[in-house]
């Protein structure tokens, strides 16, 4: 790729393995009455041949999302999370911690302070040292990697645990999730990679835990490097002491066995994109045929790319409704589909609600019991194809 260096081992050596083409920013939602077209920018995926790393090629500047509302499925996710790190003993009541956040929101602070831990990193008081480190999707944001670890390893204590929580590489492959692909979404980890990653900042896996959030959803305990502690002692000994570290072994070896780190793997994502745009297609065109009307559910970023890729218009998906009041009046980006209220959606439910985000199927069934009381379906988008 000529000049492009990875963004964690600055290798120069890898392939694009996912090219959709000019893409408009699936943050930024038009108004319903800005004509378009919407200005496009290139989206593609490129594998780091030298550290496995999957990542964003290009970096075009692309306004931020608005923080939607926060998903109920995310915030018992979290909770599920810190019970069972806690139970492992990492954190413990009077630790120091400091968070790096993703800009959609999802923080675990609150739930750490009532159990004791003490946030810290608040105005002048950024960048003091951590016992615990908390990253959910936070550090994927960062268009340097490798910068971004070494700031993290920099200000965890000698003995703390830095936690990173990711959406697995490995289960986007296996699932076909190409959409995961984003402008403003740099890295796309596999535990593989990012063991490869915290290496270089001199920091190593100690456990892993995984969850089904967002089909796959990986939280990695790290600590510092500590030659001398552990590797001295003979390997049956180290074994039956690390119990926690056969997780890590585990999830890498699984990787290992599925083949994450191979272009001709991970470029799998091409093929299913062009068949995810041709069901989603196919489906829409098969109901129009037959009278059903249908409307969509989240205007979420995956959903945007979704509908771009298959030239989906509204006149096949007249609009998506989503809970987020800051969407609502607006456009999904690249197309004139606008996004309206849930009230709208009760108002007059179609014959199928197709929803873009599967983890949201719960809550919204919950949440909306008119929509199946006046006879319409949710329809999950993973059964189309
Ligand atoms: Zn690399």
Redesign the pocket.
């Known amino acids: 790729m000529g000049n492009y260096e990875?963004r964690?081992?600055r290798?120069r050596d890898g392939e694009v393995v996912l090219d959709m083409g000019n893409q408009p920013a699936c943050d930024y939602f038009p108004k319903y009455d800005e004509p378009g077209p919407d200005p496009v920018y290139p989206l593609q995926m490129w594998l780091?041949a030298?550290?496995g790393?999957a990542q964003l090629l290009t970096d075009p500047t692309v306004p931020e999302e608005p923080k939607g509302a926060e998903p109920a499925a995310l915030v018992a996710q979290a909770e599920d999370a810190v019970a069972r790190v806690a139970a492992a003993g990492m954190l413990p009541a009077g630790a120091r911690v400091a968070e790096y956040g993703s800009p959609h929101g999802g923080s675990w602070l609150g739930l750490l302070a009532t159990r004791g831990l003490i946030p810290i990193g608040d105005g002048d008081r950024d960048g003091d040292e951590a016992d615990v480190i908390i990253d959910c999707f936070g550090m994927m944001h960062a268009a340097d990697q490798a910068a971004a670890i070494a700031e993290r390893s920099d200000r965890l204590a000698p003995r703390g645990t830095l936690l990173l929580q990711f959406h697995s590489l490995a289960a986007i492959v296996r699932q076909g999730q190409w959409n995961a692909l984003r402008h403003g979404h740099y890295a796309y980890y596999s535990a593989t990679a990012l063991t490869a990653l915290l290496a270089g900042a001199g920091l190593r896996p100690r456990a892993a835990w995984q969850f089904s959030l967002y089909g796959g959803t990986v939280l990695l305990a790290a600590g510092h490097d500590a030659p001398g502690h552990s590797d001295e002692r003979p390997a049956m000994v180290r074994d039956a002491a690390a119990g926690p570290a056969e997780t890590v072994r585990s999830l890498l070896a699984d990787e290992a066995h599925s083949g994450i780190s191979s272009p001709s793997v991970v470029g799998g994502l091409q093929r299913e994109a062009a068949a995810q745009g041709n069901a989603l297609r196919e489906w829409l065109t098969a109901q129009r045929a037959a009278g059903k009307s249908v409307l969509g559910y989240s205007a979420a970023s995956r959903a945007v790319a979704l509908l771009c890729s298959a030239g989906v218009d509204a006149g096949l998906l007249p609009a998506v409704a989503d809970a987020s009041p800051g969407k609502h009046g607006l456009r999904m980006p690249g197309t004139s589909i606008p996004v309206i209220s849930p009230a709208e959606l009760t108002a007059a439910p179609p014959d199928e609600v197709l929803v873009f985000v599967p983890d949201l199927i719960p809550e919204v069934r919950k949440a909306y019991p008119e929509v199946e009381a006046a006879g319409a379906a949710w329809k999950d988008i993973s059964d189309l194809s």
């Open positions: 990875c964690a081992c290798g780091c030298s550290c790393l």
